[in-house]
Nanobody, 117 residues
Framework: VQLQASGGGLVQAGGSLRLSCAASGTSGSIFSITYIAWYRQAPGNERELVAGISSGGTGNYADSVKGRFTISRDNAKKTVYLQMNSVKPEDTAVYYC?????????WGKGTLVTVSS
């Protein structure tokens, strides 16, 4: 499974951005049962979990993004989205997506999100 994150960029505080995590090298049926999570890593910080979504579509969120970010998936497109609303400067980081299936983790390359104040 290969994952590619995209959609990052520069956004003003209070604005919105949508990140995408597209999968390749796997079938839609396999993707549909893969747990997908978004992580982020700010300079000097450790990588942290932002949100994850189960095969059934249930999302879970870090406290820091609850009520502002929404994770969703489109299994037909083999893509998971992270809708980021009301962004804050502290959301600035490189965002990565990770797929987990059968005890294996698959990381994609990150996409940089910069929030200006």
């Amino acid at each position: 499974v290969q994952l590619q994150a995209s959609g990052g960029g520069l956004v003003q505080a209070g604005g919105s951005l949508r990140l995408s995590c597209a999968a390749s090298g796997t079938s839609g049926s396999i993707f549909s049962i893969t747990y997908i999570a978004w992580y982020r890593q700010a300079p000097g910080n450790e990588r942290e979990l932002v949100a994850g979504i189960s095969s059934g579509g249930t999302g879970n969120y870090a406290d820091s993004v609850k009520g502002r970010f929404t994770i969703s998936r489109d299994n037909a497109k083999k893509t998971v989205y992270l809708q980021m609303n009301s962004v804050k400067p502290e959301d600035t980081a490189v965002y990565y997506c990770k797929g987990s299936l059968g005890g294996m983790d698959y990381w994609g390359k990150g996409t940089l999100v910069t929030v200006s104040s």
